[in-house]
């Protein structure tokens, strides 16, 4: 069964603008960790941010903060004021408790326009 | 600076050659990956060792064999291989589950080995 889902395969953004990258997922453990990663066209998967199950507050990490609507079973990064460099594959990843194991997304390829 | 090393950071090999990727780790973790990512699509998990021991194999043919020296070291060792088998190859590593919190913990990937077999 799927375990993360983003349906949004390409996204544009004008720069300067705020951005939504959806994230749904599915998982009957309650405790489990939702994770950002971008990768540039150059191949490198960044680690953005973080957040766990049990925070009480969406995690933010510079331009960076998540959306966590846990009845929903959604985790959306936005991006404020999107820049250039921000034109990269955003994939949005799951683990739960006892296994090493990350579940990924299929991924958004998301485009600044100047 | 990626705490995850990897190399060579390009492979061009032959079907018939013998070759081997490295990565190297100096984050304190306990388990370490491998995943393959074809152009435009998430990283497939292909081995995962957990405090040394092969704890995942994803039905990965055995031209692919992987070798975890050491907590900070891991190999990958390609023979035989085929054009498909062409792609980005991503090492990565994280605390290892089964503590309190290791949901918590992130993948920390290398740059990657691009590997073109002709």
């Known amino acids: 069964a799927q375990k993360i889902t983003q349906t949004q395969p390409g996204m544009f953004v004008q720069e300067k603008e705020a951005v939504t990258l959806d994230c749904t997922y599915d998982?009957?453990?309650?405790?489990?960790?939702l994770f950002w990663y971008k990768q540039p066209s150059s191949g490198e998967m960044i680690f953005l941010i973080y957040q766990g199950s049990y925070d009480q507050q969406n995690a933010t990490e510079g331009r960076y903060s998540l959306n966590f609507q846990k009845a929903r079973k959604s985790a959306n990064l936005v991006i404020s004021a999107s820049q250039l460099g921000d034109s990269a594959m955003y994939f949005c990843a799951m683990r739960d408790r006892n296994f090493n194991k990350f579940y990924f997304g299929s991924g958004t390829k998301l485009n600044v326009k100047p | 600076d990626t705490e995850v090393t990897q190399t060579p950071k390009h492979l061009v090999m032959g079907m018939t050659n013998k070759k081997s990727l490295k990565c190297e780790q100096h984050?304190?973790?306990?388990?370490m990956y491998w995943y393959k990512q074809k152009a435009k699509k998430p990283p497939e998990l292909m081995f995962v060792?957990?405090?040394?021991?092969?704890?995942i194999n994803e039905s990965v043919p055995s031209r692919f064999s992987p070798e975890c020296p050491n907590s900070s070291l891991l190999n990958l060792h390609l023979h035989a291989l085929q054009p498909e088998d062409s792609a980005l190859y991503l090492c990565a590593s994280s605390q290892a589950s089964g503590g309190l919190s290791s949901y918590n913990s992130p993948l920390h990937f290398g740059n990657g080995t691009r590997l073109t077999v002709t």
């Open positions: 060792y957990s405090y040394e021991k092969l704890s």
């Open positions: 984050m304190g973790h306990r388990a």
């Open positions: 998982t009957s453990d309650p405790s489990y960790g």
